[in-house]
């Protein structure tokens, strides 16, 4: 593409993702984007949170996908507020498209909002949505050189989830490997290696979170 | 992105796609574009195609990716030729690049071309290289609802790989959903359930493959 037709599309796109942080900062809400490869299993870890956070704090979902409704119909079944953005042929969620999806959701009602993005650990990476953090997940099954592959990905997240422990055992994927790499990129990423269909380290995972909403709310004061 | 500068995009691509082309009838050559996931298996399959027609086809590379040669440089260990293309921030594979990349490899020294696309299951699949067929691996580990979630990928294939079956028996993926799945999008996708792990199934992609060679000879001739 043209250098200055990109350079106008992402900032026309900061300008917007400015404005949806004003409306997070003004509900008192944390929002975490979430991203990665097809399959790495965002959509499972949202379904855990969810069930382990009941009672605690309440989450809703931004789901955007190029086609389906899967997701959302997978969070809603547990009781997650989520909304759907079909993308068509987009290969990432824009701030427009956050700022259009936000009349769903009622934002006073929410601690936390995720936005699951369109499974690509690419184009997301370079567009804003007014999110405070991102996050990426690498499941085990991709391989430990994936954070050396996708830089700009693992440059710009504040965490990496690496999911599927469970599988590790029958891959070749050396976890230290993944996390060294992945440090290489971006020495301040926080590293949460966990299984989904285990349980094992969703724990320290969600730590994580609630100290983000945490600092957040106090930054919002 | 503007929707004018899109077609402009693809309209020029589109035309170095064809002279591609034409490069390689002149040479006799198959080519084939390999798309996914990051983390399928694409690499690997390259590596056990590379072993199994060793002294039968010669068989060359080109490697797209972000960043790092490793791939190329795994294929090389192999004695396979192989080009590196770094795209640098660049989700996928264009005409031109390949173009540019033909120049170092000896088109007439080789029967079969496979083109590792970046690993992405979105972006790759609407940027012709040339190439006489498209396929995608999808592994047991993403999930067999894939093919519904990014159908533009599928539907521009002729055919797809289900890599990882060794996997399967320690995931929820379904294989009989996954080519349902597929086969709804597109009727006339070949469908390879294999291991690149233990061998299974890969000599009827490699026939598939093989098959593919002798028909585009006719048509070249």
């Not at 993702?17 to 944390?30: K, S, T, V």
């Amino acid at each position: 593409m043209d250098l200055d037709v990109q350079t106008d599309i992402l900032e026309a796109n900061d300008a917007v993702a400015a404005e949806n942080r004003r409306r997070f900062d003004a509900a008192g809400l944390l929002v975490i984007n979430l991203m990665s490869s097809p399959g790495s299993g965002k959509t499972t870890l949202l379904e855990k949170m969810a069930a382990a956070l009941a009672g605690q704090l309440r989450i809703g979902v931004i789901e955007g996908d190029i086609a389906t409704s899967r997701d959302a119909d997978r969070l809603t079944a547990v009781g997650v507020p989520a909304v759907q953005i079909s993308t068509g042929s987009s290969c990432h969620l824009n701030a427009d498209m956050i700022s259009n999806a936000l009349s769903s959701l009622d934002l006073n009602a929410l601690d936390v909002l995720f936005v699951e993005n369109v499974g690509n650990l690419v184009c997301p990476a370079e567009f804003e949505i007014g999110e405070h953090y991102k996050v990426t997940l690498l499941s085990t099954t991709e391989g430990d050189e994936k954070p050396l592959k996708y830089p700009a990905m693992f440059h710009v997240c504040s965490a990496m989830v690496v999911n599927k422990l469970d599988l590790m055992p029958y891959t070749n994927f050396n976890l230290n490997e993944a996390t060294a790499n992945a440090l290489s990129i971006n020495p301040r990423l926080a590293v949460f290696p966990l299984s989904c269909t285990t349980g094992e380290g969703l724990d320290a995972w969600i730590s994580w979170v609630t100290s983000r909403l945490d600092e957040t709310r106090k930054r919002q004061k």
